[in-house]
């Protein structure tokens, strides 16, 4: 079993949609919690950091932490065609670093 | 904002020959990481640096060698490329543990 689970996709939405990105963990040392975009050709882009349960907002993104559940997810508001990308989840905690696999989302107009 | 800079977007690169790939940052991260990113494979840790002069074999080191001489600049060097290396190569640094990494643009690597 992988230590981080992220649904690879692809996800097809219409644009305005609530989107919900997911990633599960197994191992409890995990403390600190990232979710990245990657274009195409580009490297990840940093969109969201926390380290507590519950939730983090950050305009149209919201980022919720479930410790107890060992689940994370990333919540995008009013979709746009812009945020057609891959999202990865980062997890880090007692010298680990490991990255979900991504979800590949697309944004339909 | 930090800005970490790979030399080359892409390189077109012969088997056998030697590779260097080159990353600096800005920023005096103490941490710095090379990953290569395949598709249905994800990212997939190559080595990582903690200081200067110090290295860290990752998941997939064989074949592979890097070198930080200065805190800024993390080489990643293909001894003796393989066809089988052709991929995305991410530069990556981090202010300390458990800060987030942030991403060079990569450098897509044929190796024919």
């Known amino acids: 079993q992988k230590e981080v689970e992220q649904d690879p996709g692809p996800l097809s939405v219409p644009e305005g949609a609530i989107v919900s990105l997911n990633c599960t963990y197994s191992?409890?040392?995990?403390?600190?919690f990232m979710w990245y975009r990657q274009y195409s050709r580009k490297g990840p882009e940093l969109l969201m950091y926390t380290y507590s349960s519950g939730n983090k907002e950050d305009g149209r993104f919201t980022a919720q932490v479930d410790k107890s559940s060992k689940y994370i997810s990333l919540f995008i508001r009013d979709s746009q065609p812009s945020d057609s990308a891959t999202y990865l989840c980062?997890?880090?905690?007692?010298?680990?670093?490991?990255f979900g696999q991504g979800t590949r989302l697309t944004i339909n107009p | 904002d930090v800005k970490v800079t790979q030399s080359s977007r892409y390189l077109v690169k012969r088997t056998g020959e030697k590779v260097f790939l080159e990353c600096v940052q800005d920023m005096d991260h103490e941490n710095m990481f090379w990953y290569r990113q395949d598709p249905g494979l994800g990212l997939r840790l190559i080595y990582f640096s903690y200081d200067v002069k110090m290295k860290e074999k990752g998941d997939i080191p064989e074949g592979y060698s890097v070198s930080r001489e200065k805190k800024e600049r993390f080489s990643l060097i293909l001894e003796s490329a393989s066809t089988n290396q052709t991929s995305m190569y991410l530069c990556?640094?981090?202010?300390?543990?458990?800060?987030?990494?942030?991403f060079g643009n990569g450098t897509r690597l044929t190796v024919t």
């Open positions: 980062l997890l880090q905690g007692a010298q680990k670093l490991v």
């Open positions: 191992n409890s040392a995990f403390q600190y």
């Open positions: 990556a640094s981090s202010v300390m543990s458990n800060s987030p990494l942030h």
